[in-house]
């Protein structure tokens, strides 16, 4: 059964950084496609980016060259390191595999001065 937990959100002043991981197990992240979304208050998930089983990425326009999607195969995570952060990126940030499984519990990302 595939479980992935997401950590490293936090409370963050606008331009600053954070680096989200997300915990596989049940499934090796080195062969299988990942997807990061995010829910903002009051809004759909959506998705923010896309790593294939290989190495090519994919991300939403309004995070393209601030957030870095990435994978550590030793530690069987994927990485979603976020600069630049804008009061719009509030949100809970979610992992998944690609086809798209059960959810994690996500983790909680705050932009604010």
């Known amino acids: 059964q595939v479980h992935l937990v997401e950590s490293g959100g936090g409370l963050v002043q606008p331009g600053g950084s954070l680096r989200l991981s997300c915990a596989a197990s049940?499934?090796?992240?080195?062969?299988?496609?990942m997807v990061w979304y995010r829910r903002a208050p009051g809004k759909q998930r959506e998705l923010v980016a896309s790593l294939t089983s290989g190495t090519d990425t994919y991300y939403y326009d309004l995070v393209k060259g601030r957030f870095t999607f990435s994978r550590d195969n030793a530690k069987n995570t994927v990485y979603l390191q976020m600069n630049d952060l804008k009061p719009e990126d509030t949100a809970v940030y979610y992992c998944?595999?690609?086809?798209?499984?059960?959810w994690g519990q996500g983790t909680q990302v705050t932009v604010a001065s």
């Open positions: 998944n595999t690609y086809p798209l499984g059960v």
């Open positions: 049940g499934v090796d992240v080195r062969g299988q496609a």
